[in-house]
């Protein structure tokens, strides 16, 4: 529209309105570049946008005026207890756990206070969404579910730019990184960079369960491709198409992102390592533990939570650790890592060796059991556990052979403790230990229906994943769950609270200590070796504290002075997720 020849349109003004068009983005046609601005003030329809501080319907009306928030939300005002009560409602009706699961994400990227909130509030219907054996499928499916980042992605093409990329993460106080590059995904196999659910999942616990901020939980997936073709195949997947990179590729990679984190957040940030495959684990742990905070949740969480239940069951089973002898299937991370806890926990507490404890222990993997014979064909962190015995090639034979009085499974194949296997525990056993920790529930060696039916009730059962509990002639068994979640967020926060700058192997039996106490007469008359996750930051605080006392006892911890009351200092550092007030 012209008027005197001239446009009556103001050049300046957005299309269609009047308000003016500062930054271009109107009038930009699609091959313009833009720049784009946001509002640094967090109020108005920012607020609303921003998951740290938005409180949806629990804005008071006050908030309301001051904030800017007035016809932005409709005028009623909820209690957080009100929002709780009508998501857990909505979470309930969904069918599939795979849609709990995104219903949960969603939430924590609107409300975090709320997710949180919930999380703590009922943390056993809500622990096998967020994290296994729900998150397993939610790995699989990662590049379908995807909608937003959630963590940090570092892959072959930032080599050399690592330091740039930690500095785009928003928070610049972070304590606790939990990293992994998707090679061993649960019992799932390789997949690639959609493991960045493991890492999200885990730092949603340390927060939900230990009570680190979330402000100071990083999620880290390192990308160096992967070798899952079904992957690579994928239109959807979200990572690199190519092969694995290995060898000085890989290892300078992952030098560099370890230089890095200590650059950027220094000598006290945890660096937690999650689901990388064996060959990797060992090294990268061997490597980095006398230089940085590292902690491996494979072989040291699962090994100090296995550790703690074990403890707990001398209740039951009567003796000491060093009166028991141990069979494991599976000899990888998780295997060898409990299988050394073991040991060290015999030796501190009886006068042998650690070498002589070894001989407790025995372990089979896929060729059959370790024995003295196959030592020069093993890797090396199987070899400490050749001992001299004739070759046995199945686990039957095995455990005909050790007459274990405990059998553990750490070997990632679901029903391999078959009937003929159990019944054989059972019968030089009056108490047969069986722990069948594989994840997820469908890789378990075996459920806690079978354990408890093939040995007429008389076993102490635990898994990974949870059991519901089962009835057997008329008692109710409630089946242990040897969950890392137990440890790895009271160790994290213990070791965060004490300004610790390494992990050392006596945190950990601390860790064991302090989770295996908590076991009450109540819960060992239901048969249970852990204690309800119902009470897990009670649990936590206990845990951080003796893991605190261990640091300062060691003389690795930094936060100084001491506190008297560890307990109670660990339980005032806790973050809560109560909405805060605005001003």
């Given at each position: ?83 709780e009560k009508k998501l857990m409602q909505n979470i309930r009706s969904y069918e599939v756990p795979l849609h709990k699961y995104v219903a949960m994400m969603e939430l924590e990227e609107r409300n975090e206070r709320l997710f949180y909130k919930l999380l703590i509030d009922n943390v056993e219907e809500l622990l096998p969404v967020v994290y296994t054996p729900t998150v397993g499928e939610a790995c699989q499916k990662y590049g379908s579910i995807f909608k937003r980042p959630q963590g940090l992605y570092i892959s072959l093409k930032e080599k050399g730019k690592i330091l740039e990329v930690l500095r785009n993460w928003p928070e610049r106080n972070i304590q606790v990184i939990v990293v992994t590059d998707g090679e061993r995904i649960l019992g799932l196999g390789d997949l690639g960079c959609q493991g960045m659910g493991i890492p999200v999942g885990k730092l949603a616990l340390y927060t939900a369960l230990g009570g680190v901020r979330p402000s ?368």
């Amino acid at each position: 529209m012209e008027k005197n020849g001239e446009s009556v349109v103001d050049p300046n003004s957005a299309i269609g309105g009047g308000v003016d068009d500062v930054y271009g983005e109107d009038r930009a046609s699609e091959d313009q570049l833009i720049t784009p601005w946001t509002v640094s003030v967090a109020s108005g329809y920012t607020l609303l946008r921003d998951p740290h501080h938005n409180k949806g319907l629990a804005f008071t009306e006050r908030e309301r005026d001051s904030h800017y928030l007035r016809g932005l939300l409709p005028p009623a005002v909820a209690t957080q207890e009100l929002q709780e009560k009508k998501l857990m409602q909505n979470i309930r009706s969904y069918e599939v756990p795979l849609h709990k699961y995104v219903a949960m994400m969603e939430l924590e990227e609107r409300n975090e206070r709320l997710f949180y909130k919930l999380l703590i509030d009922n943390v056993e219907e809500l622990l096998p969404v967020v994290y296994t054996p729900t998150v397993g499928e939610a790995c699989q499916k990662y590049g379908s579910i995807f909608k937003r980042p959630q963590g940090l992605y570092i892959s072959l093409k930032e080599k050399g730019k690592i330091l740039e990329v930690l500095r785009n993460w928003p928070e610049r106080n972070i304590q606790v990184i939990v990293v992994t590059d998707g090679e061993r995904i649960l019992g799932l196999g390789d997949l690639g960079c959609q493991g960045m659910g493991i890492p999200v999942g885990k730092l949603a616990l340390y927060t939900a369960l230990g009570g680190v901020r979330p402000s100071a939980c990083l999620p880290v997936t390192i990308d160096v491709g992967t070798n899952n073709q079904k992957l690579l195949d994928d239109e959807f997947y979200i990572g690199l198409r190519q092969k694995r990179a290995t060898g000085k590729e890989y290892y300078d990679l992952l030098e560099e992102f370890m230089s890095a984190v200590k650059q950027n957040y220094g000598e006290k940030v945890l660096v937690q390592f999650e689901d990388f495959a064996n060959h990797n684990a060992f090294e990268l742990l061997a490597k980095y533990r006398t230089s940085h905070l590292v902690f491996n949740d494979d072989i040291q969480g699962t090994a100090s939570v296995v550790l703690a239940g074990l403890v707990a069951s001398l209740k039951l089973l009567g003796g000491s650790l060093a009166d028991h002898t141990f069979l494991f299937l599976g000899a990888g991370e998780a295997g060898t890592g409990i299988a050394e806890l073991i040991a060290l926990e015999i030796s501190t507490k009886t006068s042998i060796s650690v070498e002589e404890a070894r001989k407790k222990i025995w372990l089979v993997d896929s060729k059959g059991l370790i024995v003295s014979s196959r030592k020069g064909s093993l890797q090396h962190f199987k070899q400490p556990w050749a001992h001299e015995h004739e070759s046995v090639s199945t686990l039957l034979d095995a455990v005909k052979a050790i007459k274990p009085s405990v059998l553990i499974g750490t070997s990632g194949v679901g029903q391999t403790f078959t009937k003929e296997v159990v019944e054989a525990m059972a019968a030089f056993n009056e108490r047969p230990l069986i722990m069948a920790l594989s994840n997820p529930t469908s890789q378990a060696e075996c459920t806690a229906e079978q354990a408890y039916t093939w040995t007429e009730g008389r076993a102490i059962f635990s898994s990974g994943s949870p059991f519901d509990p089962y009835e057997y002639n008329g008692n109710l068994f409630i089946p242990g769950q040897a969950n890392n979640a137990y440890i790895f967020p009271g160790l994290g926060f213990g070791l965060v609270i004490s300004g610790a700058i390494r992990v050392h192997d006596e945190m950990l039996l601390a860790a064991s200590e302090a989770l295996a106490n908590q076991v009450t007469q109540e819960h060992y008359d239901k048969g249970m070796i852990y204690p309800p996750l119902t009470n897990i930051r009670k649990i936590s605080a206990h845990i951080a504290a003796n893991v605190a006392a261990k640091a300062y006892d060691l003389g690795l911890a930094t936060r100084l002075p001491r506190p008297t009351d560890l307990v109670k200092y660990a339980e005032s550092c806790m973050y809560t997720p109560n909405y805060r007030t605005y001003r």
